[in-house]
C-alpha cells in the first residue's frame, strides 16, 4: 500500500517559520515529482501547487509567487522525504498542506493525481 505522511505544521506567529515534511512509502519516490497543496480555510485545495520539487535528475522547482523567496522545497531521496521550509510566515499562508505526486510544468505544477498526503495544517496567527 502506497502512503503519503505529512508532518510538522502548528501554530506559529507571523515572521516566524515552521518545516513542513512528507514521507512517501510503497511507490518509486525517486521517480516522482512531488509538491505541496494547501487549503485555505473555508476554501477549495487550490488545483496549482505552492510549490513543486522535481526528481533530482531533472533538477527543477517551483515556487508559487507568493511564497518565492520565503518557502524552500527540498527532497531526499535517500529517505523518501520532501520537505517545505517555510519563513517569514503570514496569516494568509494558514491552510491545511497536502503533499502529493505532481507535475513540475513550465509555469506551474499540479498533481498528477496518482498519491496523496493526508495533510498537515498550518495557522499563522497572533
Known amino acids: 500500500q502506497s502512503h503519503l505522511v505529512e508532518s510538522g505544521g502548528g501554530l506559529v506567529q507571523p515572521g516566524g517559520s515552521l518545516r513542513l515534511s512528507c514521507t512517501a512509502s510503497?511507490?518509486?519516490?525517486?521517480?516522482?515529482?512531488m509538491g505541496w497543496f494547501r487549503q485555505a480555510p473555508g476554501k477549495e485545495r487550490e488545483g496549482e501547487g505552492v510549490s513543486c520539487i522535481g526528481t533530482t535528475s531533472s533538477g527543477r522547482t517551483y515556487y508559487e509567487d507568493s511564497v518565492k523567496g520565503r518557502f524552500t522545497n527540498t527532497r531526499d531521496d535517500a529517505k523518501s522525504t520532501v520537505y517545505l521550509q517555510m519563513n517569514s510566515l503570514k496569516p494568509d499562508d494558514t491552510a491545511v498542506y497536502y503533499c502529493?505526486?505532481?507535475?513540475?510544468?513550465?509555469?506551474?505544477?499540479?498533481?498528477?493525481?496518482?498519491?496523496w498526503g493526508q495533510g498537515t495544517q498550518v495557522t499563522v496567527s497572533s
Open positions: 510503497g511507490f518509486q519516490f525517486v521517480a516522482y515529482d
Open positions: 502529493a505526486t505532481a507535475l513540475v510544468l513550465h509555469n506551474q505544477c499540479v498533481p498528477d493525481g496518482k498519491y
